[in-house]
């Protein structure tokens, strides 16, 4: 099955699961329930980046940091092995609250850092992914989780950048899943990407729950 996501006019990359194409510069929610469904999103996505030799950003949870790679890799065992230079492989203390804290500033700032270094070494494109399950403890900060998630589809518009920001429905509250519903324009769930009914478009969704965030607009 193909489907088409039409969000800016950017050309059509191809998702690398289920057969699915979207524009670059989309900002996806993947909700899972097992092992199995979250390796086929993340690792799916990310081999099929390799396969088109692009810029891979990857933070998974921390019982899976040190086997990502090889498990991205065996997807595409003809592709070349990348170089760190080519697959970003965070842990999420270091990409999230390396300063014992969250902000979604420098959230924003590290992106942009991630950008402006392609941009001076190729241009290529961007594929983000990253298991939200750090957020579940208590970090100062994490509160402003949202707001983050909704400035980075401002952020990611315009650009040849597609992120996938992963949730274990098992494990989030069903309250926390309809915030992050708020804040991504598409959903990954069930085996399909539907166009997000209750997505609040930034603008809106900062004045209404967080309007301090507003100004980095």
């Known amino acids: 099955m193909t489907m088409h996501l039409k969000t800016s006019s950017l050309s059509f990359m191809n998702l690398g699961f289920g057969g699915y194409t979207c524009n670059w510069g989309t900002h996806f929610c993947g909700l899972y329930e ?28 921390e ?92 952020f990611i518009w315009g650009k040849a950048w597609i992120s996938i920001c992963l949730y274990d429905v098992n494990r989030f509250p069903g309250a926390t899943i309809m915030k992050v519903l708020q804040v991504h324009p598409f959903v990954i769930t069930g085996g399909g990407i539907f166009e997000n009914p209750y997505f609040i478009p930034p603008e809106k969704w900062l004045a209404k729950y967080a309007p301090e965030f507003l100004k980095a607009l």
């Open 34 to 61: 097992s092992d199995a469904e979250r390796d086929k999103i993340m690792y799916g996505f990310l081999a099929q980046g390799l396969r088109e030799q692009e810029l891979l950003v990857c933070c998974p949870e």
């Open 63 to 154: 019982q899976h940091h040190d086997h990502a790679l090889d498990s991205v890799h065996a997807l595409c065992p003809d592709a070349a092995r990348p170089d760190p230079d080519s697959f970003r492989l965070f842990r999420s203390r270091d990409l999230y609250h390396p300063q014992g804290f969250f902000s979604p500033y420098d959230m924003i700032t590290a992106h942009n850092d991630i950008w402006d270094e392609n941009l001076r070494t190729g241009t290529r494109n961007v594929r983000g992914t990253a298991e939200m399950g750090w957020a579940l403890e208590k970090i100062p900060g994490v509160d402003h989780l949202m707001a983050y998630e909704s400035l980075l589809n401002t």
